[in-house]
C-alpha cells in the first residue's frame, strides 16, 4: 500500500477524466503502478464518506516497466506529488492518502491539516462539518496567534516542545510560522536550545521522527529504509550522536539534530519537506548517564568501533543508495572527529556526501572574513590566523581558508597554509610533534618553538584574526582578547562553539575588552551590546546560512558529488549579501530576515558550478538559476482542497 498524495494527478481532470489529458511524451518516467479505484454509493453502509478509495501496491523499479510521470510540467521541480513548490502555490489539490482524506483523519493529518482555516466549502466537501467551531480564521491570523502563544513561554525548552508538537500536527502552519520569525525562533528550533532538547531527548519525546537504525537493524537496513512512507527522499541527515554540538556523547538522543537541521532545509532553503529524512544510527553510547537513565531511549550498551562500526555504516549508505538513486545528499551531522574525517574521504569519492561541521561551519566563516576585509582592508592572504581548537570545525576551516588565499593569489595551497596556525589541548601545532598528530592536523604544523598556552601563541604569532572551535567556553580570557587588541586596529575575533554556554568569550566581554574595536561573530546568538555610547550587534556564524541554500543548489542541478569549489562559491555568494547598512553595524553576515533570498543566490552558484564542473546531470540548465531556485522552493501556504 502506498500512498498517492500526487495532487497533479487531478490537476486538468477529475478521476473519471481522460488517461490521455494525464499524460504527454515528454514528461519523466516513475514506477508502474497497479491501481483500483472504487466509487462508494452515497448510501453505501459500509463507510459514511462517499469517498474515492484508490490502493496501489508499489512494483519494484525495473528498466522495463516505467509510467510516465505528469507532475514535471505544472511544478517549479519534479515529483512535485503534495503540491508543495512556489511554482504550484495557487493550484487546488486533492488530499490524497491511503484515500482521499477526510473527516477526523484528515484533522489529525500534518500534511493536509488547516484548523480552524478550513472553508466551509472545504467542511462540507470533507465531513469536517461539527468537528470544527465554526468559524473560519486565516493562515496569517493562526500564526498570529500561535507567535502570542508561544512568547508565553519562559523557558526555551517549552518554546521548541511547542514547536515541534506544532510540526507533528500543522506541518504547513509550523513552516509559516518558522519562516515568518526565523530570526526569533531559530533559535528555539536550533541552537542553542536544540542542544538542551537532544540531552532531555528521552524524556521529551512525544512523536519520534525520522529513522532510528541501530546494531539491531544489521543486516536489515534496506529494509528499513523502504518502511519511510517517503518514495522521493533527496536529503538525509544522519548523526551517530556521538559529538553533539559541544556536549559530547548523547547517543540515540542526538536525533533532534537531524530533526532540526531539515526543519532549517525546509524553512530557510525551501526544500519539501517530503524529500527530507532524519537518521540516527544508535551504536550505542560511552555516556554513563544516559546508560544510566531509565528514560533513555536507545541501546543500553558501550559505542561499537572498528570492524563493527564500520560495517553498519557502509550497510547504511549502500542502502541509501540503492533506495534513493546516487543524487540523494547524505549530510553527516555531529560525528566524532576520527569517524567523521573518515567517513567524508570513504564515501566522498563514490557518494553525494557532505559534512556539516567539517564543510559547512568552513564555508560559513569563509563568508564572514571575506566580508571582513571591507571593514579592514587589504585582502585575506594579508592575515595570520590562529585557531583554538584543531578538529573537524578547526581544521575544515582552514583548509578553505588556505584554499580560497590559493585561489585569489595563484599561490600553492602548502604556501597558503603557512599563515595559519592551530592550538589543540596540547598546545601549537608544531614540526617538533608531527609524528604523534593525528592525520588531519599534520598539514598544518609549521616550524616554530613549541608552546602549551593560547595566550603564548597569541602573543608570539600576533594574528589578525583569532578563531575559536574548541568546544570549550570562556578560553578568550581577557589577556587573549587584549593581547588581540594591543597589535591590532581591528581585530577580528569569531567564537563559534556551540551552544552558547560553550562560547570561548560572550559578546560583551569581546566589545568591553577591545574597547569596541572588535570584527566579532558567534556560533550562537548574543544580545547587542552598549559600549561607549554605541550600539554593538554580534553577527552570527551559524551554518543555516550556507547549508540549506548549498543543498538545494546540488538538488536542483541533480549534482553527483560535492566539490570544494562549490563551498567556495558558496562563501563568497553569502558575503555578497552583506550590505553597507550590515557593514556600518559591524555586521559581516547580513540578517536572517532575508534568508530566503540569500539561499536562492546561494542555490544558484552552487549549481552554476556544478553544471561548469560537469558533475549536474539535470539537462538542459535552466536559464536562469536564481529564478528556478526561488520557483522550486517550498511554500508553506495552505492549498485549496477540491
Not at 85 to 95: F, I, M, Q, S
Not at 202 to 209: A, F, M, T
Not at 377 to 400: K, M, S, V, Y
Amino acid at each position: 500500500m502506498i500512498s498517492l498524495n500526487t495532487s497533479c494527478f487531478l490537476n486538468n481532470v477529475g478521476i473519471s477524466g481522460s488517461s490521455s489529458a494525464l499524460f504527454s511524451p515528454n514528461q519523466r518516467k516513475l514506477p508502474i503502478t497497479s491501481v483500483r479505484v472504487a466509487a462508494l454509493p452515497a448510501n453505501s453502509g459500509g463507510d459514511r464518506n462517499p469517498s474515492v478509495l484508490i490502493e496501489a501496491t508499489l512494483k519494484e523499479m525495473t528498466d522495463d516497466h516505467e509510467v510516465e510521470d505528469p507532475t514535471t510540467d505544472i511544478s517549479g521541480g519534479v515529483n512535485d506529488y503534495y503540491g508543495e513548490d512556489t511554482a504550484t502555490e495557487d493550484l487546488p489539490v486533492t488530499p490524497w492518502a491511503t484515500s482521499v482524506a477526510s473527516g477526523y483523519t484528515l484533522m489529525r493529518d500534518p500534511h493536509h491539516n488547516k484548523g480552524l482555516a478550513f472553508t466551509q466549502r472545504e467542511r462540507d466537501a470533507h465531513y469536517l462539518r461539527g468537528l470544527l467551531p465554526p468559524t473560519v480564521i486565516s493562515q496569517e491570523l493562526q500564526v498570529k496567534k500561535l507567535m502570542h502563544n508561544i512568547r508565553q513561554y519562559q523557558v526555551p525548552l517549552q518554546k521548541y516542545m511547542a514547536m515541534m508538537d506544532l510540526q507533528e500536527s500543522n506541518q504547513r502552519l509550523f513552516y509559516k510560522l518558522l519562516i515568518e520569525n526565523v530570526e526569533e525562533l531559530l533559535p528555539i528550533v536550533y541552537t542553542p536550545t536544540v542542544g538542551e532538547a537532544c540531552q532531555k531527548y528521552g524524556s521529551i519525546l512525544h512523536h519520534p521522527q525520522g529513522l532510528f537504525i541501530s546494531l539491531k537493524e544489521k543486516g536489515k537496513i534496506h529494509e528499513v529504509l523502504r518502511n519511510w512512507p517517503e518514495r522521493n527522499v533527496q536529503v538525509i541527515v544522519v548523526t551517530d550522536g556521538e559529538r553533539i554540538l559541544g556536549l559530547g556523547d548523547l547517543g540515540c538522543q542526538g536525533m533532534g539534530i537531524p530533526v532540526g537541521k531539515l526543519s532549517l532545509y525546509t524553512a530557510l532553503g525551501g526544500v519539501r519537506p517530503s524529500a527530507c529524512l532524519p537518521v540516527t544510527i544508535d551504536v550505542g553510547t560511552n555516556n554513563e548517564k544516559l546508560l544510566n537513565d531509565e528514560f533513555y531511549i536507545g541501546l543500553r550498551r558501550r559505542r561499537a568501533t572498528g570492524k563493527e562500526y564500520a560495517e553498519l555504516l557502509h550497510e547504511f549508505m549502500t542502502a541509501v543508495r540503492q533506495n534513493y538513486g546516487e543524487k540523494v545528499l547524505v549530510q553527516f551531522e555531529d560525528f566524532a572527529n576520527h569517524n567523521a574525517f573518515e567517513l567524508l574521504e570513504k564515501y566522498g569519492t563514490t557518494h553525494l556526501v557532505f559534512n556539516d561541521d567539517i564543510q559547512g561551519t568552513a564555508s560559513v566563516v569563509l563568508a564572514g572574513l571575506i566580508a571582513a576585509q571591507k571593514l579592514v582592508g587589504g585582502n585575506l592572504a594579508d592575515h595570520r590566523f590562529l585557531f583554538l581548537g584543531a578538529g573537524e570545525a578547526g581544521t575544515g576551516i582552514a583548509e578553505l581558508i588556505a584554499l580560497e588565499i590559493s585561489k585569489q593569489t595563484n599561490m600553492s595551497l602548502e604556501e597558503a597554509r603557512k599563515n595559519i596556525w592551530l592550538v589543540d589541548s596540547k598546545g601549537l601545532i608544531v614540526n617538533s610533534r608531527k609524528e604523534s598528530l593525528q592525520h588531519f592536523k599534520k598539514p598544518w604544523a609549521h616550524e616554530r618553538e613549541p608552546m602549551t598556552t593560547l595566550l603564548d601563541a597569541v602573543n608570539d604569532i600576533k594574528p589578525t584574526v583569532l578563531i575559536g572551535t574548541s568546544g570549550v567556553g570562556k578560553t578568550f580570557t581577557k589577556e587573549v582578547v587584549e593581547a588581540m587588541a594591543s597589535f591590532n586596529k581591528r581585530p577580528i575575533i569569531l567564537s563559534l562553539s556551540n551552544p552558547t554556554s560553550q562560547s570561548e568569550c560572550t559578546a560583551e566581554e569581546a566589545y568591553t575588552w577591545t574597547q569596541g574595536r572588535v570584527i566579532f561573530a558567534t556560533g550562537s546568538p548574543f544580545a547587542p551590546v552598549e559600549y561607549g555610547g554605541k550600539v554593538h550587534v554580534s553577527g552570527q556564524a551559524n551554518n543555516a546560512y550556507i547549508f540549506p541554500g548549498f543543498g538545494l543548489g546540488l538538488i536542483l542541478s541533480g549534482s553527483i558529488r560535492v566539490h570544494d569549489d562549490m563551498l567556495l562559491v558558496a562563501a563568497e555568494a553569502l558575503a555578497a549579501e552583506v550590505t553597507q547598512e550590515n557593514f556600518e553595524k559591524g555586521l559581516i553576515y547580513p540578517p536572517f530576515a532575508n534568508i530566503r533570498k540569500i539561499s536562492a543566490h546561494i542555490a544558484a552558484r552552487v549549481a552554476e558550478k556544478s553544471y561548469e564542473l560537469g558533475l549536474a546531470t539535470r539537462l538542459p540548465k535552466p536559464a536562469d538559476l536564481v529564478k528556478y531556485a526561488e520557483s522550486c522552493m517550498y511554500s508553506p501556504a495552505y492549498r485549496s482542497y477540491r
